[in-house]
T-cell receptor, first 112, second 113 residues
Framework: GEDVEQSLFLSVREGDSSVINCTYTDSSSTYLYWYKQEPGAGLQLLTYIFSNMDMKQDQRLTVLLNKKDKHLSLRIADTQTGDSAIYFCAPGGNSGNTPLVFGKGTRLSVIA | ETGVTQSPTHLIKTRGQQVTLRCSSQSGHNTVSWYQQALGQGPQFIFQYYREEENGRGNFPPRFSGLQFPNYSSELNVNALELDDSALYLC????????????FGPGTRLLVL
């Protein structure tokens, strides 16, 4: 089955850029998602990218996809203390009904 | 705010008991998926219901069961609770053919003693 790997921790200073990396194993993933989880809360869908795209920009968020290497990254520009959370990448299929596979997530800490 | 609600927010049970968790999907969504998130882990897929039928199941034993109702709300039932069932249980609602509409509720935190 699908395996998703992310580094567990990332610490950045407020105002810097954050880059969260993710590798996955299932090359058939059609859509790849990024979710954010704040303490004690559910998951918030941040953005997603279609597998035939290399890059997607959405305000402060930039998603890069290297399909050949099965590598996905999320860049957060001008990181704020409110961005402190756990970030999950989740490769998925081609519809809203495809179950998502999550790694352990990356805990982002933003230092003021 | 996604419009997906779950109840209760917290629950404490003892080993061997049974529990029912509830999820109300976002208006217009016909699919509900349930996930288990143990402490320090990512969510793991339990099962999915589409138009009141089970539409896929993860690697969970039969004591995890579910229902979806005509209004597309859903229940997750767990029988014979074990200590390892302690986790955050998340439901996600979606509209089958719309990839961007997988929205999660706030979760139910279950503690089994």
């Amino acid at each position: 089955g699908e395996d998703v790997e992310q580094s567990l921790f990332l610490s950045v200073r407020e105002g810097d850029s954050s880059v969260i990396n993710c590798t996955y194993t299932d090359s058939s993933s059609t859509y790849l998602y990024w979710y954010k989880q704040e303490p004690g809360a559910g998951l918030q869908l941040l953005t997603y990218i279609f597998s035939n795209m290399d890059m997607k920009q959405d305000q402060r968020l930039t998603v890069l996809l290297n399909k050949k290497d099965k590598h996905l990254s999320l860049r957060i520009a001008d990181t704020q203390t409110g961005d402190s959370a756990i970030y999950f990448c989740a490769p998925g299929g081609n519809s809203g009904n495809t179950p998502l596979v999550f790694g352990k997530g990356t805990r982002l800490s933003v230092i003021a | 705010e996604t419009g997906v609600t779950q109840s209760p927010t917290h629950l404490i049970k003892t080993r061997g008991q049974q529990v029912t968790l509830r999820c109300s999907s976002q208006s217009g969504h016909n699919t509900v998926s349930w996930y288990q998130q143990a402490l320090g882990q990512g969510p793991q897929f339990i099962f999915q219901y589409y138009r009141e039928e089970e539409n896929g199941r993860g690697n969970f034993p039969p004591r995890f069961s579910g229902l979806q109702f005509p209004n597309y709300s859903s229940e997750l039932n767990v029988n014979a609770l074990e200590l390892d069932d302690s986790a955050l249980y998340l439901c996600a609602s979606s509209l089958g053919d719309r990839v961007e509409t997988q929205y999660f509720g706030p979760g139910t935190r279950l503690l089994v003693l």
